[in-house]
């Protein structure tokens, strides 16, 4: 018994951190004064043509969480690229050196290499810890890489866990102009499907509003089946128009998957990582929302 390890979840190989995204907050979209004009094809049955596009750039937060499993109390270090966070619980500057890849509407990638200033916040609790990122320039589009290291608090000298995960930033971004949209409508009779389930969604979301709480079972049922009929326009949109979903939520300023308010983080001190609704999706669990 003398041999007994008592607590057992404080082995390291029986330790673990979970990774979570929470969706990008837009802070201050900025759009170029002079559109570019790009060659794509509106449609699966219209041919190639040349369209003018809106450049808009954006400030936005992207986030990170991390929850640790088998710690009686974790101790984190974030880096991003490499570099180390040492700030905790305040509003920092990173500069680095970040390489940008964007994506235009006709398929090429403009790169370059910049070196930028990113705000970044860090905020632990126990057994869980948040990163919030800002960037202060708007050159492109990245994907900056972030890696988690975890020990406990009263072991030192115990091996380390680690976790890496990609965050993009999508900071630039091109929307139709009147022409394009005119004709994908008319190449694409998917688009105005996307229009018509997102606004029988949005009629059936009000419902809940004016009804008692909880709703009647059957509004509950009719807002799934809108919300999956969206999904399945936006679905028929993408391979008609050869847009990426990403790219179709972006035309029809769909936060997320469906109108959902996202929770931005104040450059004020924080001392609680509080839960928040949130969009299911990839990696995504439950947001964090940083209070003052």
């Not at 509106?42 to 992207?62: H, K």
Request: proline content about 7%; hydrophobic content about 40%.
């Amino acid at each position: 018994m003398s041999q007994d390890n008592i607590f057992p979840l404080r082995d390291p190989g029986k330790r673990a951190l979970f990774t979570q995204q929470g969706w990008p907050t837009l802070i201050h979209p900025v759009r170029d004064a002079n559109p570019q004009s790009f060659k794509v094809k509106p449609g699966l049955i219209c041919p190639a043509d040349v369209y003018d596009f809106n450049v808009d750039r954006e400030l936005i937060e992207v986030s990170e969480y991390i929850r640790a499993y088998g710690f009686m109390s974790a101790v984190f270090g974030w880096s991003i690229n490499g570099i180390a966070l040492p700030v905790r619980n305040r509003w920092d500057t990173l500069t680095l050196a970040i390489n940008f890849a964007t994506r235009t509407p006709d398929g090429k990638i403009f790169t370059t290499t910049a070196t930028v200033d990113l705000r970044y916040i860090v905020v632990d609790t126990w057994n869980k810890t948040a990163l919030f990122v800002k960037n202060t320039s708007m050159p492109g589009n990245c994907s900056l890489a972030i890696s988690v290291l975890a020990r406990e608090a009263a072991l030192p000298n115990e091996p380390t866990i680690h976790v890496e995960d990609s965050l993009d930033m999508i900071i630039v971004s091109y929307a139709a102009g009147e022409r394009l949209k005119k004709d994908r409508k008319r190449c694409n009779v998917e688009f105005v499907g996307v229009d018509n389930r997102a606004t029988a969604l949005v009629k059936v979301i009000q419902l809940f509003k004016n009804l008692p709480d909880p709703p009647p079972v059957q509004t509950v049922i009719r807002a799934l089946e809108a919300a999956h009929q969206v999904e399945e326009a936006l679905a028929k949109a993408s391979h008609s128009s050869g847009l990426t979903r990403a790219e179709l939520l972006r035309e029809f300023r769909i936060a997320g998957t469906i109108a959902f308010a996202d929770a931005g983080v104040s450059e004020a001190p924080a001392a609680t990582i509080k839960p928040s609704g949130s969009p299911n999706g990839k990696n995504q669990q439950q947001p964090v929302e940083v209070g003052d």
